[in-house]
């Protein structure tokens, strides 16, 4: 069975926080799982390579920044809505 969007982004998201998948859940932030910028820019370049897609995300300004990452599924939403975009479906 082909790894879905969502897993593949908690397999992501894991890594930077060196968790198991299975540990990292919908509604926890970044900042639970105890990821920092270093870590989320890590973390959106991986999401960008992976879904073969750019991210319109400025570490420098995150707040301002249209890529929701207040929360795992936020983020999982996000990703989703930018494959939709990009492919043109």
Not at 13 to 22: F, G, K, R, T, Y
Not at 53 to 65: L, M, Q, W
């Amino acid at each position: 069975m082909a790894e879905s969007v969502k897993d593949k982004v908690i397999a992501i998201i894991a890594e930077q926080a060196v968790l198991e998948p299975s540990d990292v859940k919908d509604d926890a932030s970044l900042e639970d799982l105890g990821i920092d910028s270093l870590g989320l820019v890590e973390a959106i370049f991986a999401i960008e390579e992976t879904f073969d897609i750019s991210v319109p995300f400025n570490a420098n300004e995150p707040e301002k920044s249209e890529f929701d990452v207040s929360s795992i599924s936020a983020i999982v939403s996000a990703v989703e809505k930018l494959i939709a975009e990009q492919s043109g479906s």
